[in-house]
T-cell receptor
Framework: DAGVIQSPRHEVTEMGQEVTLRCKPI?????LFWYRQTMMRGLELLIY????????DSGMPEDRFSAKMPNASFSTLKIQPSEPRDSAVYFC????????????FGQGTRLTVV | GENVEQHPSTLSVQEGDSAVIKCTYS??????FPWYKQELGKRPQLIID?????GEKKDQRIAVTLNKTAKHFSLHITETQPEDSAVYFC????????????FGTGTRLTIIP
């Protein structure tokens, strides 16, 4: 397996534009997480899916952020409209549901909003 | 929800010495405690983990200890090497259907040659 695959790796966009980040989890994994990493706030969980269903979205900053998981092999995180304070590295991670199982991270998407 | 605190935020040790990073958690239902290493510009990667039914686990130069009563766990790296320089994150989750990992704020470890 190629691991968790995220695209794009880098994204530069202008304030107000819509941004869509994509994630393909490891085949067979049924839990998927979106994290945001900044120097100030560290690794923050934005949303967590289990079996394609959003379980906990309490970390989603505001209505400008939305996430979907239409099937077991694909998820998107959308920001509309984007703002400079959204600049961060966004990681997707996947794991297999169970008592203590490793979460595997994708390589991340570095988002810069100018 | 779960809250994980991590100390210190930065740590410098001489090559060959030991490094210790400590974390505390708030939710007694947490039962899985992984440690991730993140090198500059890379993704976090698991280096060791421990479950609540175990007090200590060792893997070569790395060990983790868990005290469930006190709700704290620690990472120990012995005989440190330059390649150990990175940011280390502790995390906690409940498992059993709730796989949400709550991370500590990270420790930047620098090994001085």
């Amino acid at each position: 397996d190629a691991g968790v695959i995220q695209s794009p790796r880098h994204e530069v966009t202008e304030m107000g534009q819509e941004v869509t980040l994509r994630c393909k989890p490891i085949s067979g994994h049924n839990s998927l997480f979106w994290y945001r990493q900044t120097m100030m706030r560290g690794l923050e969980l934005l949303i967590y899916f289990n079996n394609n269903v959003p379980i906990d979205d309490s970390g989603m900053p505001e209505d400008r952020f939305s996430a979907k998981m239409p099937n077991a092999s694909f998820s998107t995180l959308k920001i509309q409209p984007s703002e400079p304070r959204d600049s961060a590295v966004y990681f997707c991670a996947s794991s297999f549901q169970g008592v203590g199982t490793e979460a595997f991270f994708g390589q991340g998407t570095r988002l810069t909003v100018v | 929800g779960e809250n994980v605190e991590q100390h210190p935020s930065t740590l410098s040790v001489q090559e060959g010495d030991s490094a210790v990073i400590k974390c505390t958690y708030s939710d007694s239902a947490s039962n899985y405690f992984p440690w991730y290493k993140q090198e500059l510009g890379k993704r976090p990667q698991l280096i060791i983990d421990i479950r609540s039914n175990v007090g200590e686990k060792k893997d070569q130069r790395i060990a983790v200890t868990l005290n469930k009563t006190a709700k704290h766990f620690s990472l120990h790296i012995t005989e440190t090497q330059p390649e150990d320089s990175a940011v280390y994150f502790c995390a906690a989750s409940m498992g059993g259907g709730n796989e949400k990992l709550t991370f500590g704020t990270g420790t930047r470890l620098t090994i001085i040659p």
